[in-house]
């Protein structure tokens, strides 16, 4: 199974910041992968997909880059209802798996 | 706009079969890879099965054993049954939509919590 280890486990930030996410896959994934926001009691919802390419209807703040064994969520100018707890999940080999997440709390 | 409902019983007895059914509106089953997934504090969010509308099937290697999924399309739903349950498969369920390829889960029901319990 492809191990997706994500970094940090926890983030402090404030409304404004920049934050990033860091995924990090135990095999080659090409740019099959996704990215989640999940807040509590809820469904994940689809942010990212193949990497780079927006969901529809989510904020251009909202932006993914990498390939291969490495990618990144980045998150500009916070806004208050980022505040959750985001999953990267790669579609490239079954089983599909997913990160442990990253909670993002408001400092 | 695709809407997932899930619904089945909220409570299994050990040993027992999970039965899901998942009812989709605003979309036919045509076309797309039907998926379960379930999530838990100890096991994260999990993979468990997809069936692409044609029949075919693949579900995770720790579960395949177990699992069973099946297509309604006169009813618009799909349906999951797990044999042999113990406290571990205690969890939310959730059905999900996925194109394939290079997509990701784009649309999810809201999940409803199974509980393995005597």
């Known amino acids: 199974d492809v191990q997706l280890t994500q970094s940090p486990s926890s983030l402090s930030a404030s409304v404004g910041d920049r934050v990033t996410i860091t995924c990090r896959a135990s095999?080659?994934?090409?740019?099959?992968l996704n990215w989640y926001q999940q807040k509590p009691g809820k469904a994940p919802d689809l942010l990212i997909f193949?990497?780079?390419t927006s969901q529809g209807g989510v904020p251009s703040r909202f932006s993914g880059s990498g390939s291969g064994t490495d990618f990144t969520l980045t998150i500009d100018s916070l806004q208050p209802e980022d505040f959750a707890t985001y999953f990267c999940?790669?579609?490239?080999?079954?089983?599909?798996?997913f990160g442990q997440g990253t909670r993002l709390d408001i400092k | 706009q695709v809407r997932l409902q899930e619904s089945g019983p909220g409570l299994v007895k050990p040993s027992e079969t999970l039965s899901l059914t998942c009812s989709v509106s605003?979309?036919?089953?045509?076309?797309?890879?039907w998926t379960w997934l379930r999530q838990s504090p100890g096991r994260g969010l999990e993979w468990i099965a997809f069936?692409?509308?044609?029949?075919?099937?693949d579900s995770n290697p720790s579960l395949k054993s177990r699992v069973t999924m099946s297509l309604d399309t006169s009813k618009n739903q799909f349906s999951l049954q797990l044999t042999s349950v113990t406290a571990a498969d205690t969890a939310v369920y959730y059905c999900?939509?996925?194109?394939?390829?290079?997509?990701?889960?784009?649309?999810w029901g809201q999940g409803t919590l199974v509980t393995v319990s005597s």
């Open positions: 999900a939509r996925w194109e394939g390829g290079r997509h990701g889960f784009d649309s």
């Open positions: 605003g979309a036919s089953l045509r076309n797309i890879y």
């Open positions: 069936m692409y509308s044609t029949g075919s099937t």
């Open positions: 095999q080659n994934i090409n740019i099959f």
């Open positions: 193949g990497t780079p």
């Open positions: 999940q790669q579609s490239h080999y079954v089983p599909f798996t």
